[in-house]
């Protein structure tokens, strides 16, 4: 079964600080990973996504993250956070090719401060 | 394009009613999911079609959850009856063709409350 684990309930970060989500991953196979973010009151939006290739991945909003197969882990990063960052982002997997159930993580809630 | 559309956005019912929600995907996309998010907790997938087909229904109460996409466009989600457990955000996504079910686009969700 795959599993995607999000171990920090929340994140906070100085406005203009770099920013880390961590997210690690459990799979039988090559993993698609995302990174989604959700906005109060509305829908994940997506965010950036690696499938194969180059291990740093850039996405929305000067968002990036770091494949790292012998970690099994994905993490969001961005060098500079904004107060606009502040939101709840989810870290997803699913085994690549066809049409694969996708599992989330639960969820870590980021908060910039001013 | 247009977003992934959803109704209604709020509902309010009583513990052992039914209720039903609707989605529109984007035109085109054949994969449609539908999930639930309770308060804290990340989505867990109820049902994914492929066209009109069910592809994974295995973490759908059948015994009160029912789906339906009749001509592999809009698709319906009914509870019956509701518990109070069944309070959460259902979340409908929508997938492009060979994206491997990830890159998806959400509705905004309908809120459920069951009382």
């Known amino acids: 079964a795959q599993s995607v684990a999000q171990p920090e309930d929340q994140v906070n970060v100085a406005e203009g600080n770099p920013l880390t989500v961590k997210c690690t991953y459990s799979?039988?196979?090559?993993?698609?990973l995302f990174w989604y973010v959700q906005y109060p009151n509305r829908g994940l939006q997506f965010l950036l996504k690696y499938i194969t290739g180059d291990n740093l991945v850039k996405g929305s909003y000067g968002f990036e993250a770091e494949f790292n197969k012998s970690q099994t882990s994905f993490h969001l990063k961005k060098p500079s956070a904004l107060v606009s960052d502040s939101a709840l982002y989810f870290c997803a997997v699913t085994l690549g090719g066809g049409y694969q159930k996708v599992t989330f993580g639960t969820g870590t809630k980021l908060q910039v401060i001013p | 394009e247009a977003g992934v559309a959803q109704s209604p956005r709020y509902k309010i019912i009583e513990k052992r009613q039914s209720v039903a929600f609707w989605c529109n995907p984007i035109?085109?996309?054949?994969?449609l999911y539908w999930y639930q998010q309770i308060l804290g907790q990340g989505p867990k997938l109820l049902i994914q079609?492929?066209?009109?087909?069910?592809?994974?229904d295995s973490q759908l109460p059948k015994d009160r959850f029912s789906a339906e996409r009749l001509k592999g466009v809009d698709s319906t989600l009914k509870i019956q009856p509701a518990k109070l457990e069944d309070s959460a955000v259902y979340l409908c996504?929508?997938?492009?063709?060979?994206?491997?079910?990830?890159?998806?686009?959400f509705g905004q969700g309908t809120r459920l409350t069951v009382v």
């Open positions: 035109s085109g996309h054949a994969t």
């Open positions: 079609f492929q066209n009109n087909g069910v592809v994974d």
């Open positions: 799979v039988s196979g090559n993993p698609y």
């Open positions: 996504a929508s997938t492009r063709p060979g994206t491997g079910g990830g890159e998806a686009f």
